[in-house]
């Protein structure tokens, strides 16, 4: 049904989109010491490794498209999250987060 995957792609775009301008996603970098957020990796490393800069991550999949929700995280990092919960996601239990 043509309507059905139109409105699943707004919705998909829209909640992929922060509602952040530059300046307050450069502060956003800098509080996190333009790190990713989980696994510490720089942006530096993440455009050496990933050839991108760190993504505008939501800590909560579900949650505002503001600088409230957005934080810092490689492709790795923000991949493997996906739509799990910060609790889900950051814990002593993830391998990732070694």
Same mark, same amino acid.
């Given at each position: 049904? #043509?309507?059905? +995957? *139109? @409105?699943?792609? %707004?919705?998909?775009? @829209?909640?992929? =989109?922060?509602?952040?301008?530059?300046?307050?996603?450069? *502060?956003?970098? @800098?509080? !996190?010491?333009?790190?990713? #957020?989980?696994?510490?990796?720089?942006?530096?490393?993440?455009?050496? %490794?990933?050839?991108?800069? /760190?993504?505008?991550?939501? +800590? &909560?999949?579900?949650?505002? *498209?503001? /600088?409230?929700?957005?934080?810092? #995280?490689?492709? $790795?990092?923000? $991949? !493997?999250?996906? =739509?799990?919960? !910060?609790? &889900? !996601?950051?814990?002593? &239990?993830?391998? $990732?987060?070694?």
């Amino acid at each position: 049904n #043509a309507d059905k +995957v *139109n @409105e699943y792609g %707004k919705n998909r775009r @829209e909640h992929k =989109t922060h509602n952040i301008n530059p300046l307050e996603w450069q *502060n956003c970098k @800098e509080y !996190f010491n333009n790190q990713c #957020a989980y696994c510490g990796m720089t942006e530096q490393e993440s455009k050496n %490794k990933f050839n991108e800069t /760190l993504h505008k991550e939501h +800590v &909560e999949h579900n949650g505002l *498209n503001n /600088l409230s929700n957005c934080i810092p #995280a490689c492709k $790795s990092c923000n $991949s !493997f999250k996906h =739509t799990l919960t !910060f609790d &889900e !996601f950051y814990n002593s &239990e993830n391998p $990732s987060m070694d």
